[in-house]
């Protein structure tokens, strides 16, 4: 996929709402709501998953978070597969499960380890990778994509407090005081 349209200024807003097509961990009620535009190839998103983690963990049920599909295609070349395989994952109810293993083997993303890592989550891994190689899943990456270029996102990790573009550092000190001022 390509960047397309516009770059959004600082602060900018998010374009399309939270909803219920949205992967949602945390409930309606949490005090604020984090939403992550991420590439399962991008080393940045792999760090900011760990950060993500600690974070849940630290705000519990104060905060929701949510993932949006932003791969980088032209420069990380298992992006959109591997995102398609979360997406594919999600279909056998386990999206969370999926996201959480590519981002531990994220400098192993080729199809067969893929597979490899559906079956070890219990998923049909010949369903999936059907999927994938379908493009299935596709229409939905390119909706998170262009839902995040109408909001400004131009690389990975970009991440919004409450529907507002954050700019601040995605160490976790800095993510945890912006959630809870």
């Known amino acids: 996929m390509k960047l397309k349209g516009t770059v959004a200024a600082p602060g900018e807003t998010l374009a399309v709402p939270v909803n219920k097509r949205d992967h949602i961990q945390g409930g309606e009620k949490a005090q604020r709501t984090l939403v992550e535009y991420g590439d399962y190839q991008c080393p940045y998103c792999g760090e900011a998953w760990a950060v ?65 890592y559906a079956a070890a989550l219990g998923l049909d891994p010949e369903r999936l990778m059907r999927e994938v190689e379908a493009g299935t899943y596709r229409a939905r990456l390119r909706e998170d994509f262009e839902g995040g270029v109408r909001s400004g996102v131009n690389g990975t990790p970009t991440f919004f407090i409450d529907d507002v573009r954050y700019e601040g550092s995605d160490d976790l000190d800095s993510l945890v005081a912006a959630l809870t001022k």
């Open 52 to 116: 993500v983690k600690e974070l849940q963990k630290q705000l519990g049920s104060r905060v929701r978070f949510v993932y949006r599909n932003f791969p980088l295609a032209e420069i990380h070349p298992h992006a959109e597969h591997a995102a398609e395989a979360a997406e594919a994952a999600g279909a056998q109810g386990r999206f969370w499960e999926m996201h959480d293993m590519l981002y531990q083997n994220q400098e192993a993303l080729e199809d067969e380890d893929i597979a490899e």
